[in-house]
């Protein structure tokens, strides 16, 4: 079957879920999917194939950068969908590529990040670029789920990564691999850097919660509030009124401190109200701004280097920064070749 792409308009979705005096946001969303540009699909000996769990449902390999496909799983019910960005040349190089896994926020998809020009952002850089669906699953295999498995977890990191590199012309080692993430994919990729500590050389975090039990543990009623509301059909990731206290300590970012030791570490929050999303919106990011210190300080304590930067404004992607920190994934992966 053959996808036919749209290009959504570009919005910021609110979620606004009441649970233990939570105000939570999924910010920085957007509704439908890109494909990219409609071309001839590639010929078969060059399509990529079936594996690792997954089954192909849909696809747009075109020749072009841009390339869409969407799986089955027993993971994950709703049939997650994935942007894969080339660079350029890639079809022609015969070179192997480092990989930057990109990973949205709460009430975003797949196509997130190419309505602010990822492509146009990417031009130049020798790097794959995978962009995945998470649902508002907070990057986690849920404690519990009545709208069919959304092990979000066990996709990226068990089937989707090897199938990258089964797929693709990539590094498949810890040098070739670079993870970030905006608001819950902020989380998302400093939860996997710790949990699957040689993966990934690099892990940067715009406006991503560091700190899941600060302040009376607000971030994982944060979680579970929004999961349970969007995703889980009245499920949550971390389970309520009493948590899976181990799955809490297993993905706090403050409690694996010592698993980002050896690694380029890039972090940013917005440190004031942002005059257009809005009071509830600065709600979130205060507490995301004061994770992120209490996150910076144990790292200096620590002796770990790292590089922060902080904002005025709300939660929102800073494309400047986002630019920058780019840059400085492509300077910390291997080379391309």
């Known amino acids: 079957m053959n996808h036919t792409p749209h290009r959504p308009s570009v919005s910021r979705r609110r979620l606004l879920t009441g649970a233990a005096s939570v105000a939570a946001v999924g910010a920085f969303a957007g509704a439908g ?13 060059a399509a990529a194939g079936d594996g690792h769990g997954l089954r192909i449902l849909d696809r747009n390999e075109n020749g072009g950068r841009m390339q869409y ?23 022609t190089s015969g070179k192997r590529y480092p990989v930057l896994y990109l990973l949205h926020g709460g009430g975003g998809n797949f196509a997130q990040f190419d309505q602010v020009d990822i492509t146009g952002m990417t031009a130049g850089m020798d790097m794959i670029v995978v962009m995945p ?6 990057h986690s295999n849920p404690v519990s789920s009545f709208v069919g498995p959304r092990n979000w977890e066990t996709f990226h990191m068990t089937q989707l990564l090897p199938w990258v590199d089964a797929n693709f012309r990539t590094f498949p080692e810890y040098d070739g691999r670079a993870i970030s993430g905006f608001s819950m994919g902020g989380f998302g ?14 892990v940067s975090a715009h406006s991503g919660p560091a700190s899941l039990r600060r302040n ?16 889980l059909g009245g499920g949550t990731v971390y389970g309520v009124p009493l948590w899976d206290e181990a799955r809490v300590s297993a993905d706090n970012p403050m409690e694996r401190i010592e698993s980002y030791r050896h690694k380029r570490i890039f972090m ?30 144990a790292l200096q304590r620590a002796g770990i280097p790292h590089e922060a930067r902080e ?19 492509v300077g910390r992966l291997r080379r391309a070749g």
């Not at 799986?71 to 942007?83: G, H, I, K, Q, W």
């Not at 990729?189 to 690099?202: E, R, V």
């Not at 920064?321 to 994934?329: E, K």
């Open 33 to 45: 999917a890109f494909a990219g540009a409609v071309g001839a699909p590639l010929p078969a000996s």
């Open 69 to 91: 496909y969407q799986f089955a799983t027993d993971e994950v019910s709703s049939n997650p969908r994935v942007n894969i960005l080339l660079p350029d040349g890639y079809h």
């Open 133 to 138: 669906d998470a649902g508002l699953g907070w």
């Open 189 to 202: 990729a400093l939860k996997y850097t710790a949990k699957y500590y040689g993966h990934f050389c690099s």
């Open 216 to 231: 009376f543990g607000l971030v994982v009623h944060w979680a579970n509030a929004t999961s349970a509301a969007m995703e």
């Open 268 to 297: 940013i929050a917005g440190t004031s109200p942002d005059p257009i999303e809005g009071a509830i919106r600065w709600v979130s990011e205060r507490e995301v701004h004061a994770g992120q210190q209490d996150f910076r300080a």
């Open 311 to 329: 904002e005025a404004g709300g939660h929102i992607l800073r494309r400047s920064h986002f630019i920058d920190d780019l840059n400085g994934i």
